[in-house]
C-alpha cells in the first residue's frame, strides 16, 4: 500500500511568455516502510520534485498530476491548513544547502525546538514544556551523531561547519517523528565515516519505527546498500524505476545502465587505469529540451522512434519507458 | 567589550576632525579673523591687543586650537553677536526643541512605517502592494518645504485646525528646564497641564506631520523591500515546509532578519531627518537649532555658526554610531570583532 501515490506529475514554469516542462509525466510511489531511491544528474529536477511535493514552489510554476495522494488524501486539492498540519506531523524535508535553509538570525537551538509538534511535548505549563522541548532537542541532536549539544543548540547557523549543519537539518526534520523522511542530499560533503553514521541512523530508524524514506543522492553505493527501490529520473522524465536488485542485476534502459556503469565500485572486471564508460555530451537544459524521450540526443540506441514519447511499459513491479531497452532477450 | 573600545575610538577621533573643522571656519569665513571671532571692531591698538591676547590669536596656530578645545569642554562656548548671550545656553534651549521634533517624526515613522512596510512586502506584488508603494513613492517625491508650506495653507490658514507657528501658545509660561516641551509641562507647576498638553500637541501636529510623511514613506518603502528579500530566502521555504504556522514564521523568521538590515539604513536616514527637521523648523518658526542657525547666517554670526555646526555634526555622528553600535550587538551574523564605520 503506497502512502505517496505520484502518477503523470508535470511541472511548467513560465519563462518568457513560453512554457517548459520542467518535470514531464514523473510518476512515484512510496510504499510504507521503504526506502525508495531518487536519482539523476544535477538538474534532472530531483529537487523540483521534493518541492512539489512538499508544497514549496513558487507561484508561477504551474503543478499538475493524475494523481498524487498521501495516503489516499489528494494532495493538489488539500486545503492550505489541512497541508500544512500534514507537513507539520507526517513529512518531514531535509532541503540541499543546509547553510541556507537555516535562519541566519536564530540560534540553532531556537529553530530546532520550534519544529517539534505541540503534541509530542508534555507538561502544562510553559516551564515544563519549554524544558520537555529542550530535552527532546537534546535527544535527537545525539541520536543524529552531535555530540556537543551545549555548544550547538546556542551557535547560529554561520558559526557551525556544514557537516554539523547537515546534521542539524536531519534532526529538526526527525524531532517531529514522521512518516516519510524526504532526504534531499543529506550525505553532501560529509566525510565516510560521518556518511555511514547517517545512513546507519536512517536504516535503523526505518527498521524500529517503520519511517519511509525518499533518498535522493548522488552516492550510488550508498543508494545501494540502503534503498528497496529506486527511481532514476533524466531531464525532468522518469526513465526506470523498479526494486534496487532488478535494477542492478537487468537494467532495462540505457541510461540506467549508463549510470550504473559510471560508478566503478559496480563492476568487478575493471581493468586498472581503463576508462569508465559514460554518455557523450551532457544533460541538455531546460530551454532546449529535445522532443520525445529526452535521453535522445545522447543514447547510444536511439533510432526514429525516440522522437515519440516513449509510453511507460511495465514488467511485474519494473516499471520503463524506452522503445528499445536492454536484455529482453533474457526475459 | 573590545567593540565598545572600538567604537569609542571612532566616536572620539570623528568628533575631533569636527572640532578641528569648526576651528578651521573662523579662519575661512571672509574678513579679518578677529572681527569673525569678537563681533567688535578694534577702537585702539591696545584695545586690539587685548582682544587678540583674549583669544591666544598671537600664538601658533596648534595652540590656539587646544586653546579653543579646552574653552569647549569648560562650557565657555563664547558669545553671540546678536543677543550677547552665552551660546551654550542657546543651544541648549534650540537643539532639544529639535531634537524633539525629529524624535516624534522618527516615532511616527517606526510604528506606522514598519508595521505597513511589512503588510506590503508580506504581499508583495498584489494590487494592495502596489497602492501602498505608489502612496509611500508619492509621500518620498515631496520636498518637504512645500509640502510644509501647503499643511500651513491648508490647516492653518483655511481650515484653522492648527496654529501657524511656535511651539505652545504664548499663554502659557513653561519655565525652560529639560528642552523637551511635553515634559517641561508636565515638570511645570501651576499651570493647566491638560490644557498646556492639548495646545503643544496642536503646535506639534503640522511640522512632525511634515517631516514624517518623507520619513515613513521612506521607511516603509525599505521594509517592503527587505520582507520580499527575506521571503524568497531558503530558510523560509524550509521553514514554510516543517509546517509552521504563517505567524509563527513571521514573527520568528521573517521579521528579525527583515529589520536587520533596515536599522544601518535607519542610521542614515538620521541625516536627512534633521536636515528635513531644520528646513520645517524655519517654515514654522519653530524655535529649533535649524531655525537659530539660519537666523545666525542672516545675522553673520559666526562664533553661533560654529559652535552650532558643531553641535549639530556631533548629534548626527553620536546618532549614527549608536545605532550602529545597537545593530553590531544584535545581530548574531555579524563578527563582533568586525571594524567600527560612519
Known sequence: MPILDIKNLTLEIETAGERVKALDKVSLTINSGEIRALVGESGSGKSLIVSAISGALPQKFHLTADRMSWKGKNLLSMPTEERRQLMRREIAVVFQNPGTALDPSATLGEQLMESIPSELVEGKWFWQRKQSRRKSAISTVHKVGIKHHRHYLNAYPHQIPTDISQKFMLAMALISQPQLLIADDPTRGMETTTKTQV????????????????????????????????????????????????????????????????????????????????????????????????????????????????????????????????????L | MRILLRFSILFILTLLVLVVLSFALIYLFPGDVLNNLTGISAQSEAHRDMLVEKHRLDEA?????????????????????????????????????????????????????????????????????????????????????????????????????????????????????????????????????????????????????????????????????????VLNRPYITAARSRGLSRWQIFSRHILRNALLPVLPLMAIQITTLITNAMIVETLFSWPGIGNWLIQAIYQRDFPALRVGMLAVASLVITLTITIDLFNRLIDPSRDKYERGTI
Not at chain 2, 155 to 173: K, M, W, Y
Not at chain 2, 209 to 222: E, G, K, P, W, Y
Request: proline content about 6%.
Open chain 1, 199 to 330: 545512513l546507519k541512523l536512517l536504516t535503523r530508524l526505518n527498521q524500529t519505527k517503520s519511517l519511509s524514506i525518499l533518498f535522493i543522492s548522488h552516492d550510488l553505493l550508498a543508494i545501494s546498500s540502503m534503498c528497496h527501490s529506486m527511481t532514476v529520473l533524466y531531464c525532468g522524465q522518469t526513465v526506470e524505476s523498479g526494486r534496487m536488485k532488478m535494477l542492478r542485476k537487468r537494467p532495462l534502459h540505457p541510461y540506467t545502465k549508463a549510470l550504473l556503469d559510471s560508478a566503478p565500485s559496480f563492476q568487478k572486471d575493471l581493468l586498472p587505469k581503463s576508462l569508465l564508460p559514460t554518455l557523450d555530451g551532457t544533460i541538455p537544459s531546460l530551454k532546449h529540451v529535445p522532443i520525445g524521450c529526452r535521453l535522445g540526443p545522447r543514447c547510444p540506441r536511439a533510432q526514429r522512434d525516440c522522437v515519440i514519447t516513449p509510453a511507460v511499459r511495465r514488467i511485474h513491479d519494473h516499471t520503463y519507458s524506452c522503445h528499445f531497452p536492454l536484455h529482453m532477450e533474457k
Open chain 2, 61 to 229: 596656530y596648534f595652540f590656539q586650537f587646544t586653546h579653543y578645545v579646552s574653552e569647549l569642554f569648560s562650557g565657555n562656548w563664547g558669545q553671540s553677536f546678536v543677543s550677547g548671550l552665552p551660546l551654550k545656553e542657546e543651544i541648549g534651549r534650540a537643539l532639544p526643541a529639535t531634537i524633539e521634533l525629529a524624535f516624534y517624526a522618527m516615532f511616527i515613522a517606526v510604528v506606522i512605517g514598519i508595521p505597513v512596510g511589512c503588510y506590503a512586502g508580506l504581499k508583495s506584488y498584489t494590487p494592495v502592494d502596489y497602492s501602498i508603494n505608489s502612496l509611500s513613492m508619492v509621500g518620498y517625491s515631496f520636498p518637504v518645504f512645500w509640502l510644509a508650506l501647503l499643511f500651513i495653507l491648508m490647516f492653518s490658514l483655511e481650515l484653522n485646525i492648527a496654529p501657524l507657528s511656535g511651539r505652545i501658545s504664548l499663554l502659557f509660561d513653561i519655565p525652560h528646564r529639560t528642552g523637551f516641551i511635553l515634559i517641561d509641562i508636565l515638570l511645570a507647576k501651576d499651570i493647566d497641564t491638560s490644557l498646556a498638553m492639548r495646545d503643544a500637541f496642536r503646535h506639534l501636529l503640522l511640522p512632525t506631520l511634515a517631516i514624517s510623511v518623507i520619513s515613513t514613506a521612506s521607511m516603509i518603502r525599505m521594509v517592503r523591500r527587505s520582507v520580499i528579500d
